[in-house]
């Protein structure tokens, strides 16, 4: 498949170009592969690790959630080099979805981590600039705080931390995938029980507790696989392609 079909089938799909993020460059098309493509890895982190191994599966092109460009323009010295280099050497181009792809709605990190957590959807929660991140519904069954850690850790496949601040009884949960603890202002201010993100500082503790709303940190690696994943299958199925995901795990 031609790479360049499937550059403009993802722009248009995860709404690149419309989708604000805290760089321009986060998006998109990082670095330039193979004209055609016939092996697509994915992964969360655009790391050296990630990208030797999805060299070593014969990839063309790697997807991830976490590009290379973060600050900005900087010189190519010391691991972004060593990055960009592999990923010359490999002929593997690398392709970055940050924001567009928490907040898709049929294959973004939020959507899919509130369904693996049971929530009957019931809207929007968390915008960065008017845009849409994350999602909150209501539980099948009201669960107790314990309750909660546990559909937590079932559906991030490791372990959590509870931040119990909220109600016994909980029913309502916002999902913000990643760095959200931001967001735990606003989770009490809608009235939600309960908010699930990835980390957050030490002070998030406090919010949680003095807000009167649980917070869960599911890892910020662990909560956002689900997307790169998804959209691997997506690809694969569209444009007949193999691939695979590039499993990375930091811990975080």
């Avoid at 649980?214 to 569209?238: I, S």
């Amino acid at each position: 498949m031609k790479l360049e079909s499937i550059l403009q089938y993802l722009d248009g799909y995860l709404a690149v170009s419309e989708h604000p993020d805290y760089a321009v460059a986060l998006n998109g098309l990082q670095v330039q592969g193979p004209d055609e493509v016939g092996v697509v890895a994915v992964a969360v982190d655009a790391s050296h690790a990630v990208i030797g191994a999805a060299g070593e599966v014969g990839a063309d092109l790697l997807v991830v959630h976490h590009g290379l460009f973060w600050g900005g323009l900087r010189p190519l010295t010391g691991p972004h080099f060593r990055r960009v280099r592999a990923l010359i050497d490999a002929r593997l181009g690398l392709y970055s979805c940050h924001l567009p792809l928490d907040g898709h709605a049929e294959i973004g990190n939020c959507v899919l981590l509130a369904r693996a957590l049971g929530l009957e959807l019931e809207g929007r929660f968390g915008a960065y600039q008017g845009a849409p991140i994350g999602w909150w519904g209501r539980l099948p069954e009201a669960v107790d705080a314990d309750g909660l850690l546990t559909l937590v850790e079932a559906a991030v496949g490791g372990p959590a931390h509870l931040i119990p601040g909220g109600p016994r009884r909980i029913e309502t949960v916002g999902v913000i995938t990643g760095a959200g603890a931001s967001f735990v202002p606003e989770a009490a201010a809608v009235g939600l029980d309960a908010f699930v993100t990835g980390e957050g500082p030490h002070h998030t503790h406090f919010d949680g507790m003095e807000l009167g709303v649980h917070v869960v940190f599911g890892g910020h690696y662990a909560t956002e696989t689900f997307g790169v994943r998804a959209l691997g299958e997506h690809l694969a199925g569209r444009f007949g392609l193999t691939w695979h995901f590039v499993d990375q795990p930091t811990g975080l």
